[in-house]
């Protein structure tokens, strides 16, 4: 039987080109025999649009998205009686002809408003499995004050970091001694939900840090100021499984260039015919390592990647080992970590811890969890033998095989406490 | 004047026909034959029609002015005899429904609608299509059935084409006599456990039934369907078969159900086999391996059947489930029995047997061979699919009774009620006063008004059943009026007369047994008879 697996991408996200770029590369590869794929790109509004003539699966359509939005048709969601279709939102006249059949839901996304749960939440009740996590993994990953609290909670070291709101910042000396107080300069502050660089700059001193607070007050409610590590190395690792079973794959060290990533560089530049990846979505603002960085950065893998999307990356300076070099203590440990951050949050198919190794005390922390990677990692199960034909065929299995479980365990409410 | 009231009153008696008869029509299946059957039984239904139309006759053509009376009464009376009353089962505006009604509109309104519009004229034509209007609603019916038809054997080809792109899905078609309800509930909450399943819901047993099931119900990532299939003619179990292609099978029993349209004993058990033979015929290996055929090894006609279908080297494919070890009329064995069957205040303990699996204690709330015997059919068949014993154990036990259907309320340790109250049957009736004479060291006492809705036999079938019942209680409360003198009559042959009561109101029997009999005491409520008798 082959399922139907609606895979949606794009969506109200800065990271909503990535996006694109990640799912046509998984799209490309999904096991044709095994699926019917059906492909929903998300625009900027929130809309969703469906080709019958497969158009959204070509990257070169998307140079000219309004003529592609013209031949789509925007579609919706509905679930109806037991099963979930996709249909026409201007219907005929004489009635919807599309009624596409739905079985899986299978979002690649990168961000807020699409990564960070609500997606997921919203598939979930149109009674249908997701592929990846499920809402709260998502949410949980996607707030990196609460991802650190969390960690701490289960014994996985973090970075200290301080967490200030809009109403703090009229105070902004207080903010100036607690940071003094608490974790010294030099800081890097960052919004504290936004899945790219966006907003993020590195604080030596008082006066640098009212810059700072003011950039990324600018573009959220809610900061975090964090200590720098000036001497680091990053170091990440993906995850692959569900609560039950997950294994890591290979380990990789990004090497970001040492010049600051702009959002200009990375989604106007970078972006545009590149990458195979989520784009170096935070090298620290400041001439620093990308400490902070949180989520992937275009690359090297771009080589590994069999999609031609990724051919001509204008980033391919930024590159990563993989495997990383380092010794086999301390790959074990950020394993060890790795698995039981994706466990305890309740994570499901694939997702991307970050690691930052403290070079000056060689000591390990985790630095942010992308609940939907770039390209969905697939680079870093290579090494490890596996296709990425074999990755997403597992991660679809995953998703049918939990909503199965949790259908099992969901008794039926037969009783009408109002009747 | 006279024409408009003639006019209004037409049309509103052509509306009340077209509901009426469509409502018919759909009570009956849509099927022509019964179609048929249902009009000549019901003849004089249309003697108004009739007299309308001949005294419309008389009126108009021959020109007699006291025909109009006739008329105006003859309409009345139609009017009386077509409004809609309180139905069992009401009409239901389906889409097929909406094409019928909007069909005899049509034809209604060529009909009328020329005589109609000439208001200054007299209303013969209206008259007569008015008193004709089942015989034009008939003809309505029958241009409908062709297209009807077509969309049905659409529909359900799309279904088949549904189950036919699923290889790995396993398709169990249950049938029987009696049973194959219960047995689809209680497989489904096991299968569950393990499995995405998907069972067709209540009384959806037919081949549009499982159509319906398919297209609405089943989902691709699903594991298991679950298909009940019904039968009151040959061929309509190979007809269900043809649309879900069954791969696994069980038959839950054969008897003398539906021998009216069956016949023969061996036409009923020709049609419940058209199943194992597509289930035979289906049978290739899928992710589930071959997918078990189970039938019961307890009835003798099914043993033979089987011989006869497959002789001896084919039974590997068949499985035998029952309550003894040896198989009925001394061939073979049971693949999977039970027995030491007790009833206590929780329910029913028992053993579960068989060579593959061991022999397991099963507790269950649920009481009754039948009952029993049907789980037994659920558990072999899951152990069958891989359900590990354990698992199957911990639902068989959570599994609750239907309500008033063979329900143990307990007021006490000592004085329990058994709810049989929706059980109306004389068979149904005699397995509870079974249930009942199951308990032993308890006082065991009957109230019950009696069986209705038995025709002709109604006294008879009392009679008999108070008789029997009698050898088995300690003490027997007749309620109500309805049967009181068959009930008496029948009790009183086996039981002695200082052990029977007459109380007007259940509720009063029951309080009359619980504080006027003394000792360990179990009650069984059977049958409650609605507000109307």
Redesign the interface.
């Known amino acids: 039987?082959?399922?139907?697996v609606a895979v949606v991408f794009g969506g109200k996200s800065t990271e909503h080109e990535v996006s694109v770029i990640s799912a046509l590369q998984a799209i490309e590869n999904i096991d044709k025999d095994k699926y019917n794929i059906i492909a929903i790109y998300m625009d900027k509004k929130g809309d969703f649009y469906y080709s019958k003539e497969n158009l959204l699966v070509d990257s070169k359509n998307f140079k000219n998205l309004n003529s592609l939005l013209s031949k789509c048709s925007n579609v919706y969601f509905v679930k109806d009686?037991?099963?979930t279709y996709l249909r026409e939102v201007n219907a005929g006249l004489f009635g919807n002809k599309l009624n596409q059949?739905v079985?899986?839901s299978f979002p690649i996304v990168h961000g807020t408003n699409v990564e960070d749960g609500n997606l997921q939440g919203y598939f979930h009740t149109l009674n249908l499995?997701v592929v990846g996590p499920d809402t709260l993994a998502a949410a949980l990953s996607m707030d990196k004050y609460v991802m650190k609290e969390y960690c701490k909670a289960i014994g996985v070291p973090v970075i200290d970091a301080l967490r200030f709101d809009r109403k703090d910042f009229r105070n902004v000396n207080e903010i100036i001694t607690r940071v003094k107080n608490e974790i010294g300069f030099p800081v890097i502050v960052k919004p504290i939900n936004l899945g790219s660089s966006i907003g993020i700059k590195k604080a030596k001193d008082e006066v640098s840090l009212k810059e700072a607070l003011e950039l990324a007050f600018s573009f959220a409610d809610i900061i975090l100021i964090e200590k720098a590590i000036t001497n680091l190395r990053e170091i990440n690792c993906a995850v692959l499984g569900d609560k039950f079973d997950a294994e890591c794959s290979a380990l990789e060290e990004p090497f970001g260039n040492d010049e600051i990533l702009s959002f200009a560089d990375k989604y106007m530049g970078g972006s545009k015919g590149a990458k195979g990846n989520k784009v170096g979505a935070k090298s620290q603002n400041v001439g620093a390592k990308s400490q902070n960085v949180g989520d992937d950065i275009l690359s090297s893998h771009v080589g590994a990647s069999p999609n031609k999307v990724g051919a001509k990356s204008g980033m391919a300076s930024l590159s990563r080992k993989v495997p990383a070099d380092i010794d086999e203590k301390k790959a074990e440990e950020i394993r060890k970590y790795a698995k039981m951050i994706f466990k305890y949050l309740g994570c499901s198919g694939v997702s991307r811890i970050d690691f930052i190794i403290d070079k000056d005390t060689d000591k390990v922390y985790a630095n942010e969890i992308n609940s939907i990677p770039g390209s969905l990692s697939f680079y870093l199960f290579k090494p490890l033998g596996m296709e990425y034909k074999t990755l997403l065929d597992r991660l679809i299995k995953i998703a049918?095989d939990n909503?199965?479980n949790e259908?099992?365990l969901s008794f039926s409410f037969d009783n009408n406490l109002l009747a | 004047m006279q024409s408009v009231r003639l006019l209004i009153a037409s049309i509103i008696l052509i509306v009340l026909a077209i509901l009426k008869q469509v409502h018919i029509m759909q009570l009956n299946s849509y099927n022509l034959d019964q179609q048929i059957i249902w009009y000549k039984r019901n003849f004089v239904s249309f003697v108004l029609n009739i007299a309308l139309f001949i005294s419309s006759i008389i009126f108009y053509e021959l020109k007699f002015i006291l025909a109009y009376y006739l008329i105006i009464i003859s309409m009345i009376g139609m009017f009386i005899e077509n409004i809609p009353r309180k139905q069992k089962r009401k009409l239901v505006f389906t889409a097929r429904i909406k094409r019928l009604i909007f069909v005899c509109l049509i034809l209604f309104i060529a009909l009328i609608l020329p005589n109609a519009l000439k208001l200054d004229s007299n209303m013969k034509y209206v008259l007569y299509v008015t008193a004709l209007s089942p015989l034009v609603i008939f003809i309505a019916f029958l241009i409908c059935l062709p297209i009807e038809n077509s969309f049905r054997k659409k529909f359900m080809n799309e279904a088949k084409k549904i189950i036919d792109?699923?290889?790995?899905?396993c398709v169990i078609g249950i049938t029987g006599s009696f049973g194959k309800t219960s047995v689809k509930y209680y497989l489904d909450r096991i299968l569950?456990?393990?499995?995405?399943v998907?069972k067709s819901p209540e009384s959806f047993n037919t081949a549009m039934g499982a159509t319906l099931t398919i297209k609405?119900?089943?989902?691709?990532?699903d594991d298991i369907f679950i298909c009940e299939m019904g039968a009151r003619r040959v061929g309509d179990i190979k007809e269900i078969c043809d649309i879900v292609s069954p791969n696994g099978a069980i038959i839950t029993d054969v008897g003398n159900m539906h021998l009216d349209t069956f016949k023969t004993i061996a036409n009923v058990l020709n049609t419940k086999f058209e199943l194992v033979e597509a289930a035979v015929k289906n049978n290739h290996a899928n992710k589930f391996g071959y997918v078990p055929i189970l039938v019961n090894g307890d009835n003798e006609l099914i043993r033979k059947k089987v011989i006869d279908c497959f002789g001896i080297t084919e039974q590997r494919y068949i499985q035998y489930y029952g309550l003894n070890q040896k198989g009925a009329g001394g061939i073979g064995e049971n693949t999977f029995y039970a027995d030491d069957i007790v009833a206590s205040d929780k329910g029913t303990r028992f053993r579960f047997n068989s060579k593959a699996f061991g022999s397991e204690e099963f507790e269950t709330k649920l009481l009754g061979k039948y009952n029993i015997m049907n789980l037994v059919a659920a558990i072999s068949y899951s152990l069958l699919l891989d359900v590990d014993m354990d698992t199957i154990k911990g639902v068989v036990k959570g599994i609750e009774p239907v309500a008033h259907r063979l329900q143990i309320l307990a007021f006490g340790p000592n004085e329990l009620i058994i709810d049989d109250a929706y059980n109306s049957n004389p068979l149904g009736a005699r397995n509870a006063v079974d249930v009942l004479s199951s308990f032993k060291d308890y006082v065991k006492i009957i109230i019950t008004p009696g069986m209705v809705e038995l025709n002709d036999k109604q006294d008879e079938e009392n009679e008999s059943f108070a008789e029997y019942a009698g050898t088995k209680v300690d003490y027997a409360i007749v309620v109500g009026h309805t049967n009181r003198l068959a009930l008496d009559r029948g009790f009183e042959k086996t039981l002695a007369k200082d052990r029977l009561f007459d109380i007007e109101k259940v509720e009063n029997a029951i309080n009359y047994a619980r504080t006027n009999i003394a000792g360990k005491k179990v009650i069984l409520l059977e049958n409650d008879l609605s507000d109307n008798y």
Do not use: G, Q, W
């Open positions: 039987m082959k399922l139907n009686k037991n099963h059949l079985d899986v499995p049918v909503y199965k259908e099992r | 792109a699923n290889d790995d899905l569950k456990s393990k499995y995405s998907c609405n119900d089943l989902r691709n990532i």
